[in-house]
């Protein structure tokens, strides 16, 4: 099956009216177009892809046309799949094979295991560039504020790393892996998000902001 919209129809939209993927131009302040992804899906239609869903992979590039006329945008397509084991209360996090198809996923993070009362949940997930590392966030109770988590995947163990206040993050890895950057709330404020730098196996207390001046 395949998820699609029918977009509205407005007489300024080239697409008005047709059936189309969720989606939609990448705000300036922005840190990837996965965010965007997120973003444009959750305000679409209440899904939040980022608890819901696992990211196969960004696929090519293409670009827009609208009744046959080229319209100097360019889509990036992001290829998710939800994935959530019968009669479990909540998603899990999985690998799988990009070159295997019929290989099962293997699970790196259950929820159900952390909590007798299935009350935790896996909010977001962002992989490293070369997929040794997976940095997620884990809340408890509905209120998705998010404690980020770092692990190596290929032997489930968990670095030290742990990040609070990340509800709805956006990270975005520096491409060795040494750590990211990622938008964080102050504590007990859930309106002013900041980006700040994480370096792995450091004290995130001590993280500094890199930028806080939205509009």
Excluded at 36 to 57: F, K, Q
Excluded at 147 to 155: D, F, I, K, P, Y
Excluded at 189 to 210: G, I, N, Q
């Amino acid at each position: 099956e395949v998820l699609l919209i029918k977009r509205a129809e407005h007489e300024a939209d080239p697409w008005s009216g047709h059936m189309a993927f969720p989606g939609g131009r990448r705000d300036p302040g922005a840190i990837d177009l996965l965010g965007t992804v997120l973003r444009e899906t959750r305000e679409e239609l209440g899904l939040d892809l980022s608890r819901a869903a696992r990211l196969i992979a960004p696929l090519d590039e293409v670009e827009a046309v609208a009744r046959g006329v080229r319209t100097g945008l360019v889509v990036r397509p992001h290829l998710f799949v939800l994935e959530r084991p019968a009669g479990a209360d909540q998603y899990v996090l999985a690998v799988r094979s990009a070159l295997v198809a019929d290989e099962p996923s293997r699970v790196l993070v259950d929820p159900a295991t952390l909590a007798a009362d299935g009350a935790v949940a896996i909010d977001w997930f962002q992989p490293s560039p070369d997929g040794r590392l997976v940095a997620y966030g884990i809340s408890e109770g509905g209120t998705e504020n998010s404690l980020v988590h770092v692990m190596e995947v290929a032997t489930a163990r968990l670095l030290p790393d742990r990040i609070p206040d990340c509800r709805g993050a956006s990270i975005a890895w520096q491409p060795d892996g040494s750590g990211f950057w990622y938008t964080r709330y102050p504590a007990g404020d859930e309106y002013h998000r900041h980006v700040r730098w994480h370096t792995l196996h450091t004290d995130s207390a001590a993280d500094p902001v890199v930028l806080d001046d939205f509009p």
